[in-house]
């Protein structure tokens, strides 16, 4: 895949099995529905559900991949974990407090029941999300994605995941009646404090895995 046109790249390094890599993570707002995939999702119409891939247009767009890496072999293997916190408002003022937050585990539908807390994994994996239109029945959202590259247990589940790097992105989404666009917000690189603030989410929703504190 190439990287994302006209998006800024964060580059971040990590060390794994006594080997350094850098992931470059390409993010800003959609500004083509086709690059960005959403025509793929055309075959969903043939089960009476229309998408009109442009009202994905200014939401938030982020591809994160591993550059480099000096490891080869069973090193390459690791895995992404995303975060998704939500919150709720019935304001549309910047000062209005939340009156609603939720926070989970993303995963693309169809690994939800599997017992895997990855949103991808394998040899060098990468991973791209494009979200929208997740308002729900309030005026306002705040959408933020905790992202982690991690470990993947090789041998048994007795073994830890834990975490390699983080970053922390998301957007803002308003009713119609706002007229207002999705606002993207920044990307931001996170450290330990992130990740051990999620560990009981983890540990509650799969308690076959183990997950290690930072």
């Known amino acids: 895949m190439e990287p994302l046109t006209h998006h800024p790249e964060v580059m971040i390094p990590f060390r794994h099995k006594e080997r350094n890599g850098r992931v470059v993570v390409s993010y800003g707002r959609i500004e083509d529905p086709v690059q960005a995939g959403f025509d793929s999702l055309g075959i969903r119409i043939r089960d009476g559900l229309s998408f009109d891939i442009n009202i994905s247009l200014g939401y938030s767009m982020m591809y994160a991949r ?43 539908p169809s690994l939800q029941n599997l017992d895997l807390p990855f ?42 995941i834990t975490r390699l790097l983080g970053f922390r992105w998301g957007y803002i989404e308003y009713d119609a009646s706002a007229h207002k666009p999705a606002m993207v917000l920044p990307l931001v690189t996170t450290g330990e404090k992130e990740w051990n603030s999620h560990i009981s989410l983890w540990a509650g929703q799969y308690p076959g895995w183990r997950f290690g504190k930072a």
Do not use: M
Request: proline share 7%.
């Open 119 to 160: 949103a991808a994994y394998g040899n060098l994996p990468q991973l791209f999300d494009a979200p929208c239109r997740n308002l729900g029945q309030h005026p306002k959202l705040e959408c933020v994605a905790d992202t982690f590259l991690t470990t993947v247990p090789l041998r048994s589940r007795d073994e830890e």
């Open 66 to 108: 591993i550059e480099s890496y000096e490891g080869f072999g069973i090193r390459t293997f690791c895995g992404w974990v995303q975060v998704i916190t939500r919150r709720e408002y019935d304001s549309y003022e910047d000062e209005a407090e939340p009156i609603e937050q939720s926070v989970s585990v993303d995963l693309p």
